[in-house]
């Protein structure tokens, strides 16, 4: 029997039938049989003998017929269970009754036995229903061939019935025990993944801490670095004009301003890391107060201008342009030589372009090792999916190009 139809419930109604129901049916027909008229002396003394035989088979056998039963002990107590009817039909045809329990039998003899004992099983019943099994050229011959092919179509079509709804059981038996395995995969699958997860939060933190410290020292350049600079530098145009105490005043103070803003920079950058500038302001608006402090230091003339239609982006997009714009600045006033540049913010639908010209000496940006102004430009845009594109040649002035994603 076939494994899958063990958990069945009308295989187990089917069990539950095939153990209980023969001696039971044994018993009526036996009790049935005296009360056919005829010669009780022979008749009872064989029929004693057959009746005792199918009744010790009946219990022994279906004691020992379980769910998971190999084939082939069934096919074997069929085949007894089949002789034993038979005979009893043959002894008296009230046995019939004992016979109905063959079909039981039957059922679990798999798909290539099953319709060939519902057709035994049929043969013997018909002998009980039509008064015989045939014994010439005669009516009653005739009727069992009747009752045979009427009784023979029914079993063949349930049996037909019968293995295709059993088919249809052990498909669904393998779909389940598929699903089963796919379960068992995908919970796998999952803790794999979860597994997988916790190692790339783990290398996440670890990449986050490096950026950070390359944000940090991004941070401390654009703001102590820079500052410094722009002190040393009024410092250094004071000792020229030393001697004219009007512009010795001028740059004394503006040394003085530039210290203490960047004094308040460097306090505000480490409670938020967030250029001062864009507090309360929208990103034109703080670049174009860059540029006019800038211009106001450096003696060149700064102009900014902004295209499109303004929006507000993200607020880790603005300071890292903020941070681009202000580095490209301090590089024109440390290098470049100019006399004029060019500050725009173009808005796109999909993305922020921030380009700063300038009609300074140039330099090959192939060249250029420059310690971090670029570099540092570019890790920050990197990390926003921004981009950053030098022009420039010697004579022609140098044009930076940032666009980042909106």
Known sequence: MNDRTVDDPWQARLDRMRRFLPVPLLAVSTVASFAVPGDPSARVRLEAVFVAAAAIWSVAVTARLRPGTPTTKHVLAYAVHSVLAGVLVGIDLTFGIFAYSGFLFAYPLGKRWRTAGFGVSALIVSASL????????????LTYLVVAAVLLGLVFNAASITNRALEQNEERGRVIDQLAEANRRLELSMAENAQLHARLLVQARDTGVVEERQRLAGEIHDTLAQGLTG???????????????????????????????????????????????????????AIGVLAREWSDRSGVAAGV???????????????????????????????????????????????????????????????????????????????????????????????????VPL
């Open 130 to 141: 039509s008064g015989g099994y045939p014994t010439g050229l005669n009516g009653q011959s």
């Open 231 to 285: 002190i040393i530098a009024q410092l250094a145009a004071a000792e020229h004009v030393r001697h004219d105490p009007g512009q010795l005043s001028r740059h004394l103070e503006l040394a003085a301003s530039l210290a203490r803003a960047n004094l308040t920079e460097a306090r505000r950058s480490v409670r938020a890391l967030r250029p001062g500038q864009l507090e309360g302001v929208d990103l034109p608006e």
């Open 305 to 403: 201008e902004t295209t499109g239609t303004p929006v507000r982006a993200a607020a880790g997009v603005e300071d890292i342009l903020f941070r681009v714009a202000q580095e490209a600045l301090s590089n024109v006033a440390k290098h470049a030589d100019a006399t004029q540049v060019a500050v725009t913010l173009t808005y796109l639908e999909d993305a922020l372009l921030l380009d700063v010209h300038d009609d300074g000496s140039g330099f090959d940006p192939e060249a250029t090792t420059d310690g971090y102004g670029l570099v540092g430009m570019r890790e920050r845009l990197a990390r926003i999916g921004g981009t950053l594109t030098i022009e420039s040649g010697a004579g022609y002035g140098t044009t930076l190009n940032a666009a």
